[in-house]
């Protein structure tokens, strides 16, 4: 298994540490099997990207946008094949 960057590991862990609203409020329901009683893991490092929310048993991963982004579907485009490449989705 390939090593995981440390940088984006101190990142992710600093985002679970402060989360924003929206991610706290989206947790408080995700956490604990709460949904569907399905585990859900937070702020998790898929290189080169780290995921708001992932559902390894369903193969899903939640992304949250504070804003519309351009582009939004050629970047949703290129996440997707490095996901699929990696044999998450």
């Given at each position: 298994?390939?090593?995981?960057?440390?940088?984006?590991?101190?990142?992710?862990?600093?985002?679970?540490?402060?989360?924003?609203?929206?991610?706290?409020?989206?947790?408080?329901?995700?956490?604990?099997?709460?949904?569907?009683?399905?585990?859900?893991?937070?702020?998790?490092?898929?290189?080169?990207?780290?995921?708001?929310?992932?559902?390894?048993?369903?193969?899903?991963?939640?992304?949250?946008?504070?804003?519309?982004?351009?582009?939004?579907?050629?970047?949703?485009h290129v996440a997707q094949r490095g996901l699929n490449i990696r044999g998450i989705a």
């Amino acid at each position: 298994m390939p090593k995981v960057d440390e940088t984006l590991l101190a990142r992710a862990k600093a985002m679970r540490q402060n989360p924003t609203p929206t991610e706290a409020a989206i947790w408080s329901v995700l956490r604990a099997k709460r949904f569907e009683s399905v585990k859900f893991a937070r702020q998790v490092v898929i290189a080169p990207y780290i995921a708001d929310f992932v559902a390894r048993s369903r193969k899903l991963i939640v992304r949250l946008t504070a804003t519309p982004t351009l582009c939004a579907s050629a970047r949703t485009h290129v996440a997707q094949r490095g996901l699929n490449i990696r044999g998450i989705a």
